[in-house]
């Protein structure tokens, strides 16, 4: 894979975290590499270190030891200030609990990233009322977070994780919270800004609807890669027209 | 695997710089003080009262102070003196302003600077001596005074009890306090001689007639004080045109400093000019006490807010770890999201402030503008305090200078107190908060 065209490199990553009576290992030595534009899926039982390396890739916690690269950027080597600069521009979250902030609207949720990259309001506007129109989210803009059912606040949530255009879209169980017919139109959504956009998405996922769909599945254990299978496209649904 | 016909990206700007988000903190701030409507009321509401008390007492302790002081140097030698050097101390005629002097201190308090913020000025020709009577002689303090000037400068022709005040052209005439009088067995219409030393040394005497006598309240000026005409001491010491004190009423007592350096300023050494502190010391020193242990008072109070205000921002900050994870997950430094929170205490604390200040000075001006009576306070018996008599009712005073003391005051409370919060939310772990709650 040409260095272009990666978006994500770990090296011998492991995250241990000081606890009694031993030390947990959350990460053991992933080694991994995921190209621009891959729908990738990390799956495993819980504890099995899916979240915390989600975090490690987008910055969230540092490493024990070794190193990650995010747009061609050793995170290791970052300042807390150039982190959140590149989580700014180069990351997009989706959070199994939407996490959206509940003092904005749905627009101005979606926008913020583009607010805090200082975009013009008109052209923050045009951006995001482009995706909203894509995502089935027209006429809801200015309602607040806490009057949107589940579904709707993690279509904001994803609006505005990929609304930045960043190199990489981080989702933590995005669809756990959701029933199947909200889950499966998120998906189709996720995948639609795939193929749209060329987002790059990395999912941590137990939902077998996720993994089915993703072009790449990923089995950790304990920490530690079991498996890293490409999927088979016959697998998966065809693409939107 | 990867998708390569995906729509071509319009270009996006870099990063502005953190300073440039500042007013994206003030609006979540603003937004988040609004969301929680209650808690930010019971929050503000800690600092609007304290800070309307505090304006209050305030008001109350300032008009208290002026009351003192105004009481005092209406009597005394008012707010600002101008005295030869040493009269001060030896209180001799030796130790006066000559007509020259006089003209020179006159011209300096005409200034366009000063004159504005004169209420009266008032020579006098001070003599302590002896006041005699068919029945028996006393010390007394003889004060010269110009009777028109008086008139407006002192609280004592107000005081009269028998008779008349002084008026301008009496000659042998003298106003007595009633203690005094009764001393001498004077009434008004009766005559009594006043002995004192002249400005040549010799012992010299003035027989004048009682005119009038006062009650004001403070036993060592009704039992010794006795005013007579400047122009019949003149005479009668041998000083013409000279005064020992030349006694400057203000409109308010805090243009005193002012006054005083203004005057200092343009006149020659050999005239001392006294402000009402160096005139009264221990007035003076019973005001700053008086001031400071009210200021302690506050402290504790504010202190009470503090911690209040502390509670409030910091139950909020810990209620909301999630959403400053997700602000630092979204590209906020740990530094900005901690500025979203001490944005936040401080928008609350300012708007706090207004309200704090407006209720303060509306209730205590509805209420109080003409005066607290503590009369049932103070019982039947009048109250003396360093030479005045302590008016039983009490006047705020409200100055630009104490409503921005006080609106500070807030602020830097409000500030102190969202400091640790801020901190605190400036350090949360991201990840740690991010865990979804299963």
């Known amino acids: 894979m040409s260095d272009d065209n990666v978006v994500v490199r770990t090296q011998d990553l492991w995250k241990i975290y000081p606890q009694e009576p031993e030390p947990v290992q959350a990460v053991r030595g992933v080694t991994l590499e995921i190209a621009r534009g891959e729908f990738v899926a990390m799956a495993g039982p819980s504890g099995s270190g899916k979240t915390t390396l989600l975090n490690l890739l987008g910055g969230?916690?540092?490493?024990?030891r070794g190193t990650v690269e995010v747009a061609g950027k050793d995170l290791t080597a970052l300042s807390n200030r150039a982190l959140a600069a590149l989580r700014l521009e180069s990351i997009g979250f989706v959070f199994q609990a939407y996490n959206l902030l509940p003092v904005l609207s749905a627009l101005e949720n979606a926008e913020f990233p583009l607010l805090l990259r200082g975009l013009p309001?008109?052209?923050?506007?045009?951006?995001?009322?482009?995706?909203?129109?894509?995502i089935g989210m027209e006429g809801l803009e200015n309602r607040l977070p806490g009057k949107l059912s589940g579904?709707?606040?993690?279509?904001?949530?994803?609006?505005?994780?990929?609304?930045?255009?960043?190199?990489?879209?981080?989702?933590?169980?995005?669809?756990?919270?959701?029933?199947?017919?909200?889950?499966?139109?998120?998906?189709?959504?996720?995948?639609?800004?795939?193929?749209?956009?060329?987002?790059?998405?990395?999912?941590?996922?137990?939902?077998?609807?996720?993994?089915?769909?993703?072009?790449?599945?990923?089995?950790?254990?304990?920490?530690?890669?079991?498996?890293?299978?490409?999927?088979?496209?016959?697998?998966?649904?065809?693409?939107?027209? | 695997m990867t998708n390569a016909a995906v729509r071509p990206r319009d270009s996006l700007p870099k990063t502005l710089r953190p300073g440039s988000r500042a007013w994206i903190f003030f609006l979540l701030s603003v937004r988040n003080v609004l969301r929680n409507a209650r808690r930010s009321l019971l929050t503000a509401a800690a600092m609007t009262f304290g800070l309307a008390v505090l304006l209050w007492i305030?008001?109350?302790?300032?008009?208290?102070?002026?009351?003192?002081?105004?009481?005092?140097?209406?009597?005394?030698?008012?707010?600002?003196?101008?005295?030869?050097?040493?009269?001060?101390?030896?209180?001799?005629?030796?130790?006066?302003?000559?007509?020259?002097?006089?003209?020179?201190?006159?011209?300096?308090?005409?200034?366009?600077?000063?004159?504005?913020?004169i209420r009266a000025i008032a020579p006098r020709l001070e003599v302590s001596g002896l006041a005699s009577s068919a029945e028996a002689a006393v010390p007394a303090r003889i004060e010269a005074v110009d009777p028109a000037a008086e008139a407006v400068f002192s609280s004592l022709p107000a005081s009269t009890v028998g008779g008349s005040f002084l008026a301008p052209g009496d000659r042998l005439a003298a106003y007595v306090g009633v203690g005094l009088a009764r001393r001498l067995a004077l009434g008004v219409g009766s005559r009594m001689v006043l002995t004192a030393q002249g400005a040549s040394g010799d012992i010299?005497?003035?027989?004048?007639?009682?005119?009038?006598?006062?009650?004001?309240?403070?036993?060592?000026?009704?039992?010794?004080?006795?005013y007579v005409p400047i122009a019949t001491a003149r005479a009668w010491l041998g000083t013409p045109a000279a005064a020992t004190t030349l006694a400057v009423l203000l409109r308010s007592s805090y243009a005193t400093e002012r006054v005083a350096r203004a005057v200092r300023r343009r006149l020659p050494s050999g005239i001392a000019v006294l402000a009402w502190q160096e005139a009264a010391p221990e007035l003076a020193s019973a005001v700053k006490?008086?001031?400071?242990?009210?200021?302690?008072?506050?402290?504790?109070?504010?202190?009470?807010?503090?911690?209040?205000?502390?509670?409030?921002?910091?139950?909020s900050v810990l209620n909301r770890r999630r959403e400053f994870g997700v602000l630092q997950a979204l590209g906020l430094t740990a530094r900005e999201t901690g500025w979203v929170v001490f944005t936040e205490g401080v928008?609350?604390?300012?708007?706090?402030?207004?309200?704090?200040?407006?209720?303060?000075?509306?209730?205590?001006?509805?209420?109080?503008?003409?005066?607290?009576?503590?009369?049932?306070?103070?019982?039947?018996?009048?109250?003396?305090?360093?030479?005045?008599?302590v008016s039983p009712v009490i006047v705020p005073v409200f100055r630009v200078q104490q409503v921005l003391f006080c609106l500070a005051a807030t602020l830097v409370i409000g500030v102190v107190a969202s400091l640790y919060p801020a901190r605190a939310a400036g350090r949360i772990d991201v990840a740690e908060a991010m865990k979804f709650d299963r």
């Open chain 1, 60 to 64: 969230l916690t540092r490493p024990t």
């Open chain 1, 121 to 134: 309001a008109e052209e923050r506007r045009r951006r995001v009322l482009g995706i909203f129109g894509d």
């Open chain 1, 151 to 241: 579904g709707q606040q993690q279509r904001v949530a994803v609006a505005r994780a990929v609304v930045g255009e960043p190199a990489l879209v981080l989702a933590d169980e995005p669809t756990a919270n959701l029933d199947s017919a909200a889950s499966g139109a998120l998906l189709e959504m996720m995948e639609h800004l795939n193929r749209e956009y060329g987002a790059t998405f990395v999912f941590a996922t137990h939902d077998p609807r996720v993994t089915e769909r993703a072009h790449r599945l990923i089995r950790l254990v304990d920490g530690a890669v079991e498996s890293d299978v490409r999927q088979d496209d016959q697998r998966r649904p065809p693409a939107a027209p």
């Open chain 2, 58 to 117: 305030r008001a109350l302790t300032d008009g208290a102070h002026e009351s003192w002081v105004t009481g005092a140097v209406r009597i005394g030698t008012g707010h600002v003196a101008i005295q030869a050097p040493g009269f001060a101390r030896s209180g001799r005629l030796t130790d006066r302003l000559s007509a020259a002097q006089l003209d020179t201190a006159e011209a300096a308090l005409r200034a366009p600077d000063v004159a504005p913020l």
């Open chain 2, 204 to 226: 010299t005497g003035q027989l004048v007639r009682v005119v009038g006598t006062f009650q004001s309240g403070v036993p060592e000026i009704d039992e010794g004080l006795v």
């Open chain 2, 289 to 315: 006490i008086d001031d400071w242990s009210g200021y302690a008072f506050l402290a504790i109070l504010y202190v009470i807010v503090a911690l209040a205000i502390l509670n409030a921002v910091l139950m």
């Open chain 2, 347 to 389: 928008v609350l604390s300012a708007a706090s402030g207004i309200l704090g200040i407006v209720i303060g000075l509306s209730v205590t001006w509805l209420l109080w503008r003409h005066g607290m009576d503590f009369t049932a306070l103070m019982g039947s018996g009048d109250i003396t305090f360093s030479g005045a008599l």
